[in-house]
């Protein structure tokens, strides 16, 4: 499976960034999908994840400001990020698993300026 991240840039404190995670490959191993993010000189950790049948679930960080989803029939995930604060500048990594199976996509950066 190849993850192709997409979406990130240069904001000002406050705005707004969609951010897109594209499929290809042996996608019936995927199940859950998710978005990580790991600022300089901090561990990766995670944002948000979607399960198969559209179950979420955010870092309490991001609550009430990103939102998660993905369209199965494109073989896609996004996540749209409101509010953004300087904080959540970051590397975001799109990651998508299964049953003994685990791929990451390679990272798109957000920068939040204030």
């Known amino acids: 499976v190849q993850l192709q991240a997409s979406g990130g840039g240069l904001v000002q404190a406050g705005g707004s960034l969609r951010l897109s995670c594209a499929a290809s490959?042996?996608?019936?191993?995927?199940?859950?999908m998710s978005w990580y993010r790991q600022a300089p000189g901090k561990r990766r950790e995670l944002v948000a994840g979607?399960?198969?049948?559209?179950?979420?679930g955010y870092a309490d960080s991001v609550k009430g400001r990103f939102t998660i989803s993905r369209d199965n029939n494109k073989n896609a995930m996004y996540m749209i990020m409101n509010s953004l604060k300087p904080e959540d500048t970051a590397v975001y990594y799109c990651h998508a698993g299964g049953l003994l199976t685990s791929y990451w996509g390679q990272g798109t950066l957000v920068t939040v300026s204030s």
């Open positions: 490959g042996s996608i019936f191993n995927i199940n859950a």
């Open positions: 979607i399960t198969g049948n559209g179950t979420t």
